[in-house]
Protein backbone atom coordinates (compact mmCIF):
# COMPACT_ATOMS: atom_id res chain seq x y z
CA UNK A 1 0.00 0.00 0.00
CA UNK A 2 1.25 3.35 -0.85
CA UNK A 3 1.08 6.32 1.86
CA UNK A 4 -1.50 8.68 1.70
CA UNK A 5 -0.30 12.04 0.34
CA UNK A 6 -0.20 14.82 2.59
CA UNK A 7 -2.48 17.79 1.58
CA UNK A 8 -0.57 21.23 1.96
CA UNK A 9 -3.14 24.06 2.74
CA UNK A 10 -2.48 27.32 0.97
CA UNK A 11 -3.75 30.91 0.67
CA UNK A 12 -3.20 34.15 -1.65
CA UNK A 13 -0.02 35.38 -2.07
CA UNK A 14 0.96 38.50 0.42
CA UNK A 15 -1.31 37.17 3.03
CA UNK A 16 0.07 36.23 6.74
CA UNK A 17 -1.79 33.73 8.42
CA UNK A 18 -0.48 35.27 11.65
CA UNK A 19 -1.13 38.46 11.05
CA UNK A 20 -5.03 39.87 12.06
CA UNK A 21 -7.17 42.88 10.70
CA UNK A 22 -5.76 44.83 13.53
CA UNK A 23 -1.89 43.99 13.31
CA UNK A 24 -1.49 43.53 9.49
CA UNK A 25 1.78 41.99 8.42
CA UNK A 26 3.34 41.95 5.12
CA UNK A 27 6.29 39.45 4.28
CA UNK A 28 8.89 40.26 2.19
CA UNK A 29 9.43 37.93 -1.22
CA UNK A 30 13.10 37.60 -2.73
CA UNK A 31 13.34 38.49 -6.48
CA UNK A 32 14.43 35.22 -8.64
CA UNK A 33 18.15 35.40 -9.83
CA UNK A 34 18.55 35.70 -13.32
CA UNK A 35 21.91 33.34 -13.08
CA UNK A 36 19.70 30.73 -11.06
CA UNK A 37 21.40 27.12 -12.16
CA UNK A 38 17.85 25.10 -11.05
CA UNK A 39 15.35 25.49 -14.05
CA UNK A 40 12.18 27.41 -12.81
CA UNK A 41 9.35 25.14 -12.49
CA UNK A 42 7.10 27.84 -14.15
CA UNK A 43 7.53 27.65 -17.87
CA UNK A 44 7.42 30.67 -18.40
CA UNK A 45 10.12 33.52 -18.08
CA UNK A 46 10.17 35.00 -14.63
CA UNK A 47 11.59 37.87 -15.56
CA UNK A 48 8.90 38.76 -18.45
CA UNK A 49 6.22 37.13 -15.90
CA UNK A 50 6.71 37.14 -12.49
CA UNK A 51 5.42 34.48 -10.33
CA UNK A 52 4.94 34.61 -6.78
CA UNK A 53 4.87 31.21 -4.83
CA UNK A 54 1.93 30.22 -2.17
CA UNK A 55 3.03 29.63 1.30
CA UNK A 56 2.17 26.65 3.00
CA UNK A 57 -0.47 26.95 5.80
CA UNK A 58 0.88 25.45 8.75
CA UNK A 59 -1.55 24.50 12.14
CA UNK A 60 1.42 26.83 13.80
CA UNK A 61 0.80 30.19 13.46
CA UNK A 62 4.47 30.90 14.59
CA UNK A 63 5.81 28.69 11.24
CA UNK A 64 8.49 31.12 9.28
CA UNK A 65 6.92 32.11 5.51
CA UNK A 66 8.31 29.87 3.00
CA UNK A 67 11.09 31.54 0.79
CA UNK A 68 12.23 30.15 -2.52
CA UNK A 69 16.06 29.36 -2.30
CA UNK A 70 18.84 29.13 -4.66
CA UNK A 71 22.80 29.42 -4.83
CA UNK A 72 23.12 31.93 -6.41
CA UNK A 73 20.02 34.38 -5.03
CA UNK A 74 20.68 37.24 -2.75
CA UNK A 75 19.58 36.84 0.88
CA UNK A 76 16.06 38.00 1.38
CA UNK A 77 15.56 41.09 3.76
CA UNK A 78 13.66 40.18 7.69
CA UNK A 79 9.97 41.17 7.31
CA UNK A 80 8.93 44.39 8.91
CA UNK A 81 7.81 44.28 12.47
CA UNK A 82 3.80 44.51 12.28
CA UNK A 83 2.45 47.87 12.91
CA UNK A 84 -0.83 49.01 15.11
CA UNK A 85 -3.54 49.90 13.11
CA UNK A 86 -5.30 52.76 13.83
CA UNK A 87 -8.67 53.97 11.83
CA UNK A 88 -9.83 57.50 11.52
CA UNK A 89 -13.41 57.96 11.15
CA UNK A 90 -14.46 59.82 7.88
CA UNK A 91 -14.78 63.03 7.32
CA UNK A 92 -18.57 64.30 7.16
CA UNK A 93 -19.61 65.21 3.81
CA UNK A 94 -19.82 69.18 3.26
CA UNK A 95 -23.86 69.34 3.28
CA UNK A 96 -23.62 67.93 6.89
CA UNK A 97 -20.70 69.83 8.66
CA UNK A 98 -21.96 70.79 12.48
CA UNK A 99 -22.61 74.76 12.61
CA UNK A 100 -21.03 76.27 15.73
CA UNK A 101 -21.34 79.20 17.55
CA UNK A 102 -18.55 82.03 16.15
CA UNK A 103 -17.78 83.17 19.72
CA UNK A 104 -18.41 79.83 22.02
CA UNK A 105 -17.08 77.68 18.95
CA UNK A 106 -19.96 74.87 20.42
CA UNK A 107 -22.39 73.91 18.17
CA UNK A 108 -25.53 75.46 17.91
CA UNK A 109 -28.86 73.50 19.21
CA UNK A 110 -32.01 73.69 16.56
CA UNK A 111 -34.06 75.36 19.80
CA UNK A 112 -31.45 78.37 19.14
CA UNK A 113 -32.97 78.50 15.73
CA UNK A 114 -36.19 77.64 15.57
CA UNK A 115 -38.67 80.48 14.38
CA UNK A 116 -41.45 80.56 17.20
CA UNK A 117 -42.40 82.31 20.21
CA UNK A 118 -41.27 79.32 22.15
CA UNK A 119 -39.29 79.35 25.27
CA UNK A 120 -36.83 76.78 25.86
CA UNK A 121 -34.78 76.06 28.76
CA UNK A 122 -32.35 73.47 30.03
CA UNK A 123 -30.66 73.46 26.46
CA UNK A 124 -34.42 73.00 24.55
CA UNK A 125 -35.49 69.82 27.02
CA UNK A 126 -38.30 72.01 28.12
CA UNK A 127 -40.36 74.36 26.34
CA UNK A 128 -43.56 76.33 27.24
CA UNK A 129 -45.38 79.20 24.87
CA UNK A 130 -44.32 82.32 24.85
CA UNK A 131 -47.71 83.93 25.55
CA UNK A 132 -47.75 85.68 29.21
CA UNK A 133 -47.24 83.40 31.84
CA UNK A 134 -49.12 85.04 34.40
CA UNK A 135 -52.19 82.84 34.58
CA UNK A 136 -50.12 79.46 34.54
CA UNK A 137 -48.02 81.05 37.55
CA UNK A 138 -51.42 81.72 39.37
CA UNK A 139 -52.80 78.43 38.91
CA UNK A 140 -49.65 77.14 40.21
CA UNK A 141 -49.44 79.18 43.13
CA UNK A 142 -53.16 77.91 43.83
CA UNK A 143 -52.35 74.08 43.35
CA UNK A 144 -49.86 74.72 45.94
CA UNK A 145 -52.05 76.77 48.17
CA UNK A 146 -54.42 74.18 48.58
CA UNK A 147 -52.29 71.33 48.67
CA UNK A 148 -50.43 73.23 51.28
CA UNK A 149 -53.23 74.40 53.29
CA UNK A 150 -54.73 70.78 53.51
CA UNK A 151 -51.37 68.71 54.64
CA UNK A 152 -50.50 71.72 57.29
CA UNK A 153 -53.79 71.16 58.77
CA UNK A 154 -56.09 68.80 57.95
CA UNK A 155 -53.80 65.68 57.21
CA UNK A 156 -52.35 66.19 60.05
CA UNK A 157 -55.67 65.83 61.70
CA UNK A 158 -56.46 62.83 60.29
CA UNK A 159 -53.40 61.11 60.22
CA UNK A 160 -53.14 61.13 64.63
CA UNK A 161 -56.94 61.15 65.49
CA UNK A 162 -58.54 58.51 62.65
CA UNK A 163 -56.53 55.53 63.01
CA UNK A 164 -56.10 53.61 59.72
CA UNK A 165 -58.60 54.83 57.83
CA UNK A 166 -57.32 58.60 58.12
CA UNK A 167 -53.67 57.36 57.36
CA UNK A 168 -55.47 55.63 53.94
CA UNK A 169 -56.93 59.45 53.45
CA UNK A 170 -53.92 60.83 53.96
CA UNK A 171 -51.98 58.73 51.45
CA UNK A 172 -54.56 58.52 48.86
CA UNK A 173 -54.49 62.15 48.79
CA UNK A 174 -50.85 62.86 48.58
CA UNK A 175 -50.30 60.72 45.67
CA UNK A 176 -53.64 62.19 43.70
CA UNK A 177 -51.86 66.00 44.55
CA UNK A 178 -48.58 64.47 43.35
CA UNK A 179 -50.33 62.73 39.97
CA UNK A 180 -51.93 66.30 39.70
CA UNK A 181 -49.10 68.82 40.02
CA UNK A 182 -46.99 66.14 37.64
CA UNK A 183 -49.11 66.37 35.27
CA UNK A 184 -49.67 69.78 35.55
CA UNK A 185 -45.96 70.41 34.46
CA UNK A 186 -45.53 67.55 31.85
CA UNK A 187 -48.13 69.56 29.70
CA UNK A 188 -47.03 72.95 30.44
CA UNK A 189 -43.54 72.20 29.94
CA UNK A 190 -43.33 69.44 26.88
CA UNK A 191 -43.86 69.54 22.98
CA UNK A 192 -47.53 69.61 22.55
CA UNK A 193 -46.78 68.23 18.43
CA UNK A 194 -45.07 70.59 16.74
CA UNK A 195 -45.02 70.01 13.08
CA UNK A 196 -41.30 70.52 11.06
CA UNK A 197 -41.09 73.16 8.63
CA UNK A 198 -40.50 73.73 5.09
CA UNK A 199 -41.94 70.27 3.63
CA UNK A 200 -43.65 71.98 0.85
CA UNK A 201 -41.98 75.04 -0.55
CA UNK A 202 -43.51 75.07 -3.79
CA UNK A 203 -47.15 74.16 -3.28
CA UNK A 204 -49.44 74.05 -6.57
CA UNK A 205 -51.41 77.74 -6.74
CA UNK A 206 -54.97 77.68 -8.21
CA UNK A 207 -54.54 79.02 -11.92
CA UNK A 208 -57.71 81.41 -11.15
CA UNK A 209 -56.81 84.19 -9.13
CA UNK A 210 -59.38 85.46 -6.27
CA UNK A 211 -61.01 89.15 -6.24
CA UNK A 212 -58.26 90.97 -4.35
CA UNK A 213 -55.59 89.47 -6.93
CA UNK A 214 -54.02 87.17 -4.85
CA UNK A 215 -53.66 82.82 -5.42
CA UNK A 216 -53.85 80.59 -2.48
CA UNK A 217 -52.23 76.76 -2.41
CA UNK A 218 -54.45 74.36 -3.58
CA UNK A 219 -55.77 72.13 -0.22
CA UNK A 220 -55.29 68.59 -0.20
CA UNK A 221 -57.88 66.03 -1.04
CA UNK A 222 -57.26 63.03 1.71
CA UNK A 223 -59.53 59.79 2.45
CA UNK A 224 -60.29 59.17 5.87
CA UNK A 225 -62.33 55.76 6.09
CA UNK A 226 -65.06 56.75 4.26
CA UNK A 227 -65.38 60.31 3.94
CA UNK A 228 -62.70 63.42 2.31
CA UNK A 229 -60.85 65.02 4.31
CA UNK A 230 -59.23 68.85 3.12
CA UNK A 231 -56.19 69.65 4.19
CA UNK A 232 -54.98 73.48 4.15
CA UNK A 233 -51.74 74.70 3.25
CA UNK A 234 -49.80 77.16 6.16
CA UNK A 235 -48.00 79.89 4.27
CA UNK A 236 -46.18 80.24 7.44
CA UNK A 237 -45.09 76.58 8.00
CA UNK A 238 -44.42 76.05 4.63
CA UNK A 239 -46.03 72.95 4.80
CA UNK A 240 -49.47 71.47 4.56
CA UNK A 241 -51.05 70.26 7.76
CA UNK A 242 -52.28 66.67 8.57
CA UNK A 243 -55.80 66.05 9.15
CA UNK A 244 -56.92 67.81 12.51
CA UNK A 245 -53.84 70.03 12.50
CA UNK A 246 -54.11 73.70 13.83
CA UNK A 247 -51.75 76.70 13.62
CA UNK A 248 -51.44 78.48 16.76
CA UNK A 249 -51.00 81.98 16.60
CA UNK A 250 -50.07 82.28 19.87
CA UNK A 251 -47.04 79.90 19.39
CA UNK A 252 -46.60 80.77 15.81
CA UNK A 253 -46.58 76.66 15.31
CA UNK A 254 -48.89 74.23 13.82
CA UNK A 255 -49.52 72.14 16.02
CA UNK A 256 -50.29 68.24 15.39
CA UNK A 257 -54.00 66.95 16.80
CA UNK A 258 -54.10 70.63 18.33
CA UNK A 259 -57.71 70.54 20.63
CA UNK A 260 -57.03 74.31 21.73
CA UNK A 261 -53.93 76.46 23.38
CA UNK A 262 -54.90 76.63 27.25
CA UNK A 263 -53.81 79.47 28.80
CA UNK A 264 -53.78 78.20 32.30
CA UNK A 265 -50.59 75.86 31.62
CA UNK A 266 -49.32 78.58 28.76
CA UNK A 267 -49.05 75.98 25.91
CA UNK A 268 -50.48 74.20 23.83
CA UNK A 269 -52.78 70.99 23.71
CA UNK A 270 -51.89 68.38 21.39
CA UNK A 271 -51.34 64.98 20.43
CA UNK A 272 -48.38 64.41 22.57
CA UNK A 273 -49.74 65.90 25.59
CA UNK A 274 -53.29 65.53 25.64
CA UNK A 275 -53.15 62.56 28.07
CA UNK A 276 -51.32 64.79 30.62
CA UNK A 277 -53.69 67.05 30.01
CA UNK A 278 -56.99 64.95 30.42
CA UNK A 279 -55.49 63.52 33.74
CA UNK A 280 -54.64 66.66 35.11
CA UNK A 281 -58.26 67.54 35.19
CA UNK A 282 -59.40 64.23 36.55
CA UNK A 283 -56.67 64.40 39.05
CA UNK A 284 -57.21 67.94 40.11
CA UNK A 285 -61.46 67.43 40.43
CA UNK A 286 -61.24 63.98 42.06
CA UNK A 287 -58.57 65.81 44.82
CA UNK A 288 -60.86 68.74 45.27
CA UNK A 289 -63.70 66.59 45.99
CA UNK A 290 -61.49 64.44 48.93
CA UNK A 291 -60.15 67.94 50.03
CA UNK A 292 -63.52 69.81 50.51
CA UNK A 293 -65.27 66.92 52.58
CA UNK A 294 -62.29 65.97 54.71
CA UNK A 295 -61.91 69.70 55.12
CA UNK A 296 -65.45 69.97 56.23
CA UNK A 297 -65.60 66.73 58.50
CA UNK A 298 -62.88 68.22 60.38
CA UNK A 299 -64.13 71.48 61.09
CA UNK A 300 -67.59 69.02 62.05
CA UNK A 301 -65.62 66.92 64.06
CA UNK A 302 -64.09 70.03 65.95
CA UNK A 303 -67.34 71.36 66.76
CA UNK A 304 -68.86 68.01 67.80
CA UNK A 305 -66.41 66.54 70.00
CA UNK A 306 -64.69 69.40 71.68
CA UNK A 307 -67.89 71.39 72.43
CA UNK A 308 -67.41 74.25 70.57
CA UNK A 309 -68.89 76.53 68.33
CA UNK A 310 -68.16 76.66 64.30
CA UNK A 311 -66.30 79.84 64.69
CA UNK A 312 -64.18 78.64 67.38
CA UNK A 313 -63.33 75.64 65.26
CA UNK A 314 -62.56 77.98 62.82
CA UNK A 315 -60.29 80.12 64.47
CA UNK A 316 -58.55 76.99 66.16
CA UNK A 317 -54.98 75.88 64.72
CA UNK A 318 -55.88 73.08 62.66
CA UNK A 319 -59.39 74.67 61.40
CA UNK A 320 -58.21 77.35 60.04
CA UNK A 321 -56.06 75.36 57.83
CA UNK A 322 -58.89 73.26 56.96
CA UNK A 323 -61.27 76.53 56.58
CA UNK A 324 -59.25 78.06 54.10
CA UNK A 325 -58.50 74.66 51.95
CA UNK A 326 -62.17 74.12 52.13
CA UNK A 327 -62.90 77.94 50.59
CA UNK A 328 -60.77 77.29 48.07
CA UNK A 329 -61.21 74.08 46.76
CA UNK A 330 -64.89 75.46 46.53
CA UNK A 331 -64.04 77.88 44.29
CA UNK A 332 -62.12 75.93 42.09
CA UNK A 333 -63.71 72.72 41.92
CA UNK A 334 -66.73 74.50 39.44
CA UNK A 335 -64.61 75.71 36.63
CA UNK A 336 -62.28 72.22 36.93
CA UNK A 337 -65.23 70.16 36.74
CA UNK A 338 -66.97 71.56 33.89
CA UNK A 339 -64.01 71.76 31.92
CA UNK A 340 -63.81 67.88 33.00
CA UNK A 341 -67.33 67.13 31.94
CA UNK A 342 -66.68 69.23 28.62
CA UNK A 343 -63.59 67.07 27.87
CA UNK A 344 -65.17 63.98 28.58
CA UNK A 345 -68.00 64.26 26.42
CA UNK A 346 -65.00 65.55 23.55
CA UNK A 347 -63.17 62.07 24.22
CA UNK A 348 -66.69 59.76 23.94
CA UNK A 349 -66.58 61.51 20.48
CA UNK A 350 -63.19 61.62 19.34
CA UNK A 351 -63.05 65.05 18.90
CA UNK A 352 -61.24 67.96 19.62
CA UNK A 353 -62.48 71.79 21.06
CA UNK A 354 -61.33 72.60 17.90
CA UNK A 355 -63.82 71.21 15.83
CA UNK A 356 -66.86 71.14 18.09
CA UNK A 357 -66.38 74.98 17.99
CA UNK A 358 -66.24 74.39 14.11
CA UNK A 359 -69.17 72.22 14.36
CA UNK A 360 -71.17 74.99 16.28
CA UNK A 361 -70.54 77.33 14.14
CA UNK A 362 -71.54 75.32 10.79
CA UNK A 363 -75.17 74.73 12.55
CA UNK A 364 -75.58 78.27 12.57
CA UNK A 365 -74.97 78.64 9.17
CA UNK A 366 -75.90 75.66 7.41
CA UNK A 367 -79.44 74.19 8.12
CA UNK A 368 -79.64 70.22 8.72
CA UNK A 369 -77.49 67.94 10.64
CA UNK A 370 -73.54 68.06 11.12
CA UNK A 371 -71.44 66.09 9.07
CA UNK A 372 -69.98 62.88 10.25
CA UNK A 373 -67.19 62.50 12.57
CA UNK A 374 -64.91 60.78 10.08
CA UNK A 375 -62.27 60.04 12.54
CA UNK A 376 -64.57 57.99 15.10
CA UNK A 377 -63.91 54.55 15.77
CA UNK A 378 -67.62 53.54 16.41
CA UNK A 379 -67.62 53.33 19.77
CA UNK A 380 -67.05 55.38 23.04
CA UNK A 381 -64.92 52.34 24.39
CA UNK A 382 -62.77 52.52 20.94
CA UNK A 383 -62.54 56.48 21.34
CA UNK A 384 -61.09 56.52 24.58
CA UNK A 385 -58.89 53.74 24.06
CA UNK A 386 -57.24 55.43 20.54
CA UNK A 387 -57.05 59.01 22.65
CA UNK A 388 -55.37 58.32 25.77
CA UNK A 389 -53.97 55.24 25.06
CA UNK A 390 -52.56 55.91 22.07
CA UNK A 391 -48.50 56.64 21.77
CA UNK A 392 -46.45 59.75 22.80
CA UNK A 393 -44.46 59.12 19.69
CA UNK A 394 -41.05 61.46 19.16
CA UNK A 395 -40.75 65.01 18.91
CA UNK A 396 -40.78 66.43 15.16
CA UNK A 397 -38.72 69.25 16.59
CA UNK A 398 -35.71 67.98 17.90
CA UNK A 399 -34.40 70.40 20.19
CA UNK A 400 -31.44 69.24 21.53
CA UNK A 401 -30.17 68.26 18.29
CA UNK A 402 -27.40 69.65 16.31
CA UNK A 403 -27.44 71.99 13.45
CA UNK A 404 -26.05 71.16 10.36
CA UNK A 405 -25.18 73.39 7.80
CA UNK A 406 -24.09 72.79 3.59
CA UNK A 407 -20.77 74.17 2.99
CA UNK A 408 -21.18 72.96 -0.73
CA UNK A 409 -19.62 75.55 -3.22
CA UNK A 410 -21.40 76.57 -6.71
CA UNK A 411 -19.68 74.80 -9.45
CA UNK A 412 -18.08 77.84 -11.61
CA UNK A 413 -18.80 76.06 -14.80
CA UNK A 414 -22.86 76.08 -13.92
CA UNK A 415 -22.75 79.75 -12.32
CA UNK A 416 -21.02 80.85 -16.02
CA UNK A 417 -23.87 78.85 -17.92
CA UNK A 418 -26.43 80.36 -15.94
CA UNK A 419 -25.14 84.09 -16.42
CA UNK A 420 -24.33 83.01 -19.79
CA UNK A 421 -28.17 82.00 -20.15
Same mark, same amino acid.
Given at each position: ??????V????L??????????????????????????????? /???????????????????????????????V??????????????????L?????????????I????Q?????R?????????????????????C??????????????????????????V????????????I?S?????????????????????Y?????????????????????????V???P????????????????D????????????V?????????????????????????????????????????????????????????A??F?????????????????M????????????????A???L???P??P??????????N?????????? /???L??T?????????????????????
Amino acid at each position: MTAAPTVRRTHLPGINPSASFFRPSRPSFSRPSSSSSQPDEHP /YDSDSFPLKRLHPLDEDDHHPPFHPTSKSSSVSSPSPAPSAFNPTPPLLPLNSIVATDPLTHRPIRRYAQHPSRNRFFFRGRLLTSGDTPWAFAAALCLVFGIAGAFFSSTAVWWWHNEGPGGIVLVVITAYLSLVTIVSMLVTAFSDPGILPRGLDEDPPYQPVESGDGTRAPMPRILKVRADVVRVKYCPTCRTYRPPRSTHCKLCDNCIDGCDHHCQWVNNCVGRRNYTSFFTLLLGAATTLIIVIISSALHLFFLTQRNDIDFRKAVSHGQGTGSAVAFCLSIAVIWPVGALLTYHMRLLLLNITTIEQIRNQALKTLVAGPAPPNPFSHGSWRRNIVAVLCRPRG /YSWLDPTGVVLEDRREANPGMTIGMDVV
